[in-house]
């Protein structure tokens, strides 16, 4: 035993000088979008980004050189990849990135470990975590003040890289769609087709836009299709009774003269001048109907139209 015991003091003292669970530190541990000059670029993600083809999990280990760290990459629960790195001084900043591939909407969470065993840091990014701007910006969609979420949106978006993509889709989609609707409500139904036809073409649409777009699709060529038949016999009839007025007597002289006649009708307010005409006796007009984008004709029987007399 007096041979054996320096023998024993001698493999034992290198045992209890190495760094041990408690000697390393991580002061920070996080996901990550993108990586540059050693350091995380812009805040951590929420919740797993689905617009991006990488995440990457950045780490700074301190009183860890010489060590060998592990990032465990768990999908829903499953090892999928196992990132080893070397350590190289006490204070150490390192990273390991991962390819997301189809799954970009489920849970992702990385495990740091030392290469024997030590836990260090565990974090999880889950698919269904929502986006806080967006859960704000969707409550204001439901209270009808699209211009206060479109607004909050791109205000954040100047600071959010992570989700960038993400909130010019909820820009391009959600926001989209309401404004659909408020102009359809407000029957400026030229515009709303614009906006339909430029989401319609759209691809990745979500189910729910999917289904909704063919609704707001019927229900705007209803309503341009009432208005039309409603102004078309307001002219008509407005027609009727001018041409009983005016037979002998005095045409419009000057297109002001002819606005201000159209404006005895109600329909009158929500047209526009395309062009007009007109001769001794006989007048012709072609209105735009702000409103539908439609061509409404429009034409008035009337002599001395040039004099006045």
């Given amino acids: 035993m007096r041979i054996l015991l320096p023998f024993i003091l001698m493999i034992a003292l290198p045992v209890h000088s190495r760094a041990t669970c408690e000697d390393i530190s991580v002061p920070r541990a996080r996901f990550a979008m993108a990586i540059a000059d050693r350091e995380p670029i812009g805040p951590a993600p929420v919740a797993t980004p689905t617009d991006h083809n990488a995440l990457f999990f950045f780490m700074e280990i301190k009183n860890g050189a010489g060590k060998r760290m592990t990032h465990q990459w ?10 080893n790195l070397a350590i190289g001084a006490d204070r150490w900043r390192s990273w390991s990135r991962k390819y997301l591939g189809k799954r970009r909407s489920g849970q992702w969470r990385v495990l740091v470990k030392t290469a024997d065993g030590c836990a260090l840091a565990d974090q999880t990014l889950d698919g269904s ?6 859960e704000e910006a969707t409550a204001l969609l439901k209270n009808g003040d699209v211009t206060g979420a479109r607004l909050l949106v791109k205000n954040e978006m100047a600071n959010n890289i992570p989700f960038r993509q993400r909130m010019e889709r909820f820009l391009n989609q959600d926001v989209a769609v309401a404004q659909l609707e408020q102009t359809i409500d407000e029957q400026q139904l030229y515009i709303a087709d614009a906006r339909l036809t430029q989401l319609e073409q759209q691809r990745n649409l979500s ?22 038949s ?15 007025t005016l037979t002998g007597g005095k045409c419009p002289a000057t297109e002001e003269e002819l606005l201000k006649l159209l404006q005895r009708i109600p329909v009158g ?3 526009l001048l395309s062009n007009w005409s007109r001769d001794d006796t006989l ?8 409103r539908t984008g439609f061509l409404h004709g429009f ?4 002599s001395n139209a040039f004099t006045g007399q």
């Fill in 74 to 83: 768990f999908y829903e629960g499953e090892l999928v990849a196992e990132t």
């Fill in 129 to 134: 975590t929502p986006i806080p701007v967006l």
């Fill in 207 to 228: 189910k729910v836009l999917s289904e909704k777009l063919p609704t707001l699709r019927d229900q705007l060529e209803s309503e341009r299709a009432n208005i039309k």
């Fill in 230 to 244: 409603d102004t078309s016999i307001a002219l008509a009839a407005f027609q009727r009774v001018q041409h009983r």
């Fill in 269 to 271: 307010e929500h047209l």
């Fill in 283 to 290: 007048l012709q007009a072609t209105f735009i109907d702000q």
């Fill in 299 to 302: 034409t008035l029987e009337c």
